[in-house]
């Protein structure tokens, strides 16, 4: 007899006919255990079976090693012998679910135990069975939880281990593998040592950021390797569709990485909107946080097509934002835009669709810097001091910079070694040798 409808938790919506099928099966269990044990004498035929699934995901809850629960669980709740007591009509279910109570209070985690005591004040059989049965399936589930936790870091290292393996044996077939990998990574340290281009028009763009975490253009110091790893993963989200160089030891990331281009493209959009509209309303607009997250709403949805149609997408976005800024100064009761302001913010916002905007190409700028401090620095450090035109999308930042940093902290743990064969021949010999690139 299979008891999952009983979960607390219904994965089915009950507002869909299954879960209503599934909620009126739910109820009509417990309704027939009530009118059993209600009835003289009881019938204790579904307590048999409730008890048996109890009894089987107590022992599933216990580790290998306490074999002394596992017995006494055993003989507590022998079925042969709970059967017997049945037949006889001498079952006693409220001690039995009180010595299950007392179980359930030593293995459950922390966070049960609040409805372990809950539990205790029961004084219905059938309600109190309901109850047991609906808390021991959390705890099933918060075991499920541990032990995958727990599995992690050694699935986690096999799978290093099997892929760097897969992947030597391709390289011993193939021993021009990573000839993509060693131009990638050639570039990234060329990179390095060229200016990066600044915008004529924006005074502060050539300080695109505060937590720099490395100025090669000035700086006469000999090449990091991690920063040239660091500067190769960037360029993977400026990656050209027509080049088919691309690196050997990410193919199996390639999707992954087009996607995060992809959130990068429209936060850039998103965060030169929010800007332009932040110089024209003020910061008493932007200081209501409901303000922002309202327009945040307005641009995404109509950002949709701007892969395509880019001139149309922000013909829409200039009129919308332009309206929800007019209509909330006027809820607030202050003045309202002049028509030249009102002209000059649509322009603004239109000119966004142009890939040589300035202000889309400075918030471009910075969103890759702060990238490339989230693999130096860690994504924490790198949001505790945002440059300006960025504070706005902390949020999309942070969820941004976690991924990069989770898809090219796993790439680096699989392919460490064979970037620092290639990173030596590219960074000062003395520090390739210091700085190891599996280590970081």
């Not at 109190?128 to 589930?141: A, E």
């Not at 990068?264 to 030169?272: D, G, P, R």
Request: glycine share 4%; charged share 20%; net charge negative.
């Amino acid at each position: 007899m299979n008891h999952d409808y009983h979960m607390e938790e219904k994965i089915v919506p009950p507002s869909s006919l299954e879960g209503k099928v599934k909620e009126t099966m739910h109820n009509a269990f417990w309704d027939h255990l009530k009118e059993q044990l209600s009835a003289a004498p009881p019938d204790f035929s579904c307590a048999l079976e409730l008890l048996k699934e109890i009894k089987e995901i107590l022992l599933s809850l216990l580790l290998p090693r306490q074999n002394r629960l596992r017995t006494e669980i055993e003989e507590a709740l022998d079925m042969n012998f709970l059967k017997q007591k049945a037949e006889d009509g001498t079952l006693d279910v409220p001690y039995l679910s009180k010595y299950i109570l007392n179980m359930m209070t030593l293995l459950c985690a922390p966070v049960r135990d609040e409805a372990v005591q809950k539990l205790e004040h029961v004084t219905d059989p059938a309600q109190l069975l309901r109850g047991i049965f609906q808390v021991l399936g959390l705890m099933k589930m918060d075991m499920v939880n541990y032990t995958i936790q727990s599995l992690q870091p050694h699935l986690q290292e096999h799978s290093i281990q099997y892929e760097r393996a897969k992947f030597q044996e391709q390289l011993d077939e193939q021993p021009g593998l990573l000839n993509h990998t060693t131009k990638w990574l050639t570039k990234a340290a060329a990179d390095l040592t060229t200016p990066p281009p600044t915008c004529p028009d924006m005074p502060d763009s050539t300080s695109v950021a505060g937590p720099s975490p490395n100025q090669p253009a000035n700086n006469p110091e000999p090449l990091s390797p991690s920063m040239v790893l660091s500067q190769g993963f960037l360029n993977l989200l400026l990656w050209d569709p027509q080049n088919e160089e691309f690196p050997e030891t990410l193919l199996m990331d390639r999707t992954r990485l087009q996607e995060l281009e992809s959130q990068l493209h429209q936060l850039t959009v998103l965060a030169s909107v929010l800007l332009v509209a932040s110089s024209f309303s003020g910061s008493v607009l932007f200081g209501s946080p409901q303000f922002v997250d309202k327009l945040k709403r307005i641009t995404r949805s109509l950002l949709e097509d701007f892969n395509s149609r880019p001139e149309e997408a922000m013909l829409t976005v200039s009129e919308q934002v332009s309206q929800e800024i007019h209509q909330s100064l006027k809820n607030m009761g202050l003045a309202a835009l002049s028509s030249d302001n009102t002209a000059s913010l649509i322009g603004q916002l239109q000119n966004i669709a142009k890939k040589e905007n300035c202000v889309r190409s400075v918030i471009d700028q910075r969103i890759h810097l702060f990238l490339k401090c989230c693999l130096v620095l860690g994504v924490q450090r790198s949001l505790l001091d945002l440059p300006g035109g960025l504070t706005l999308i902390e949020a999309e930042l942070a969820e941004l910079g976690q991924k990069f940093v989770n898809l090219t902290h796993h790439n680096q743990q699989v392919f460490g070694p064979y970037y620092t064969e290639i990173l030596k021949t590219l960074t000062s010999p003395a520090q390739a040798l210091e700085t190891k690139v599996e280590s970081l």
